[in-house]
């Protein structure tokens, strides 16, 4: 568990702690950043490195980013192969995302009653 603000070094070594660990398919990771403010583009370039990397390890699991209303979204959705992060306002949105079996697209037709 990290606290904001936290460097990337320590993010790394926080996602190691869950890379070098065997994972389920059905892992889900919660970034709960809503208190802290906008990552710097740094960040956001090795946080994906970081996430290539590992790709192989992430795969099939789901990480969530809750920011704040005032922070934007700088990838409000990204997938690395297998491995899916989104960036959500909304902690009640974000976990019903981290917990359904459907992609972004089809929850939100769901959301929309289409």
Do not use: K
Request: aromatic share 10%.
């Amino acid at each position: 568990m990290l606290t904001d603000p936290y460097t990337f070094s320590e993010f790394e070594d926080a996602m190691h702690a869950i890379v070098d660990r065997p994972l389920s398919r059905d892992f889900r990771i919660l970034i709960d950043r809503r208190r802290g403010g906008r990552f710097s583009d740094s960040f956001v370039s090795c946080a994906v490195n970081f996430f290539r990397a590992h790709e192989a390890r992430l795969a099939g699991t789901r990480a969530a980013v809750l920011v704040s209303e005032s922070v934007s979204v700088v990838l409000p959705n990204l997938r690395i192969g297998r491995f899916h992060l989104r960036a959500f306002h909304d902690a009640a949105e974000a976990e019903q995302w981290l917990h359904s079996g459907a992609d972004s697209s089809s929850m939100h037709r769901r959301a929309a009653g289409q």
